[in-house]
């Protein structure tokens, strides 16, 4: 059995079509979110269009799918921006998910309620727009940003990793139609890891919510500042069994720094998470990937880079991090992605159900290290792990 995915578009966030762009659509009203009303299919994109399939055929009109709602047209289309159902407004993100609360577009405020209706009132409650606030300053306090990765930053990591095959015959058959990519099924036992950076984030328990939901694990290598924000989702991730990984205190390259602050870089990450986890990190991975040789000398853990790059980083894009992966990913492969982006979240929520349902087992690090017999050796680097 294989997974047919058509070659996808460039759809792009940051920038929503606005309220007079609208379209209208004749359907009922968005299901109440919950288990009962969650469908299982497949998802598939052909011609500039994403489609869900059950049973073979496209499903139309309001669906919830893992832990969202999308719209389906008549045709089967998944339905972006501004609809109109019914003369009520509903505003889905270009992922196609369904959106609530507020929400700001172009300069402008809007209100969704928790159906996802808009809210043509003017007055909102104060308690909704404090909430709105929050949600903007934790955004505004992201010490992270796509400029920060640079394309002579990440030349580290390929050298890093060159011990591995190059991807220039990946595991992907084209078919005639030149737009089509398959990927076989795993083979028997397949093990990957999805590893998360730069968090934790205002977006990190949303992927959280769906790693419980398919009973997956991951690797979150954090950076020191910001666990200090989110104890509760740390102390999450650690009762979901993943696994707490070491990207720094404060996200710096440790090639530019001296043996002391290389030292100090980790080990004050480490005395963080033992403030209020009883316990620090086994693994490191060094920011951008940088590693020389007074790094492996004076960290005294594992470096763990990867060997598939989704570049979410640098697409920002959830349809091109979703290709990447389905035509690349190989058993063994330690995956690149960051939680601090909600385009890179979405894309999680897609490729979580999805590895599984080919045959992928979704683990941490050092469970993939255990599994195929290698053991981990502190200064040693590691990409994928076979």
Known sequence: MMLTLPAMSTLQRGNPKKISQERTEEDAVPQKQNSENEISGQWAFSKDQWYYYVDEKPVTGWKTIGSNTYYFNKKGVMKTGWIKVKNTRYYLDDDGIMQTGWINLDGKSYYLRDDGSLDTDASRTEKAKSSYAQIELQNSLNPLKPSEKTKSENRAVKKATKKKSPRNTPKQKKTENSNTVTMDKAPKGAQVALTFDDGPGIYT?????????????????????????????????????????????SHKDLTSLSSDEISDQVEDMNYGLNEFLGHGSSLVRPPYGSVNEAVQSNVNYPLILW??????????????????????????????????????????????????KQGYELVTVSELAHSKGVDLQAGQVYGSIN
Not at 212 to 225: P, Q, S
Not at 234 to 247: F, I, T, W
Not at 336 to 349: F, G, K, Q, R, T
Request: hydrophobic share 40%.
């Open 205 to 249: 328990d949303r992927l959280l919510d769906a790693l419980e939901k398919n009973n997956a694990k991951a690797t979150f290598f954090m950076v020191g500042t910001n666990v200090s924000d989110f104890p509760d989702t740390v102390n999450r991730m650690e009762k979901l069994g993943c696994e707490l990984g070491n990207h720094t205190y």
């Open 307 to 356: 060997s598939l790059d989704t570049l979410d980083w640098e697409t920002l894009d959830t349809q091109a991090t979703v290709k990447n992966v389905f035509e690349n990913v190989q058993d063994g492969d330690i995956i690149l992605m960051h939680d601090i982006y909600e385009n890179s979240v979405a894309a999680a929520e897609i490729l979580i159900p999805e590895l599984i």
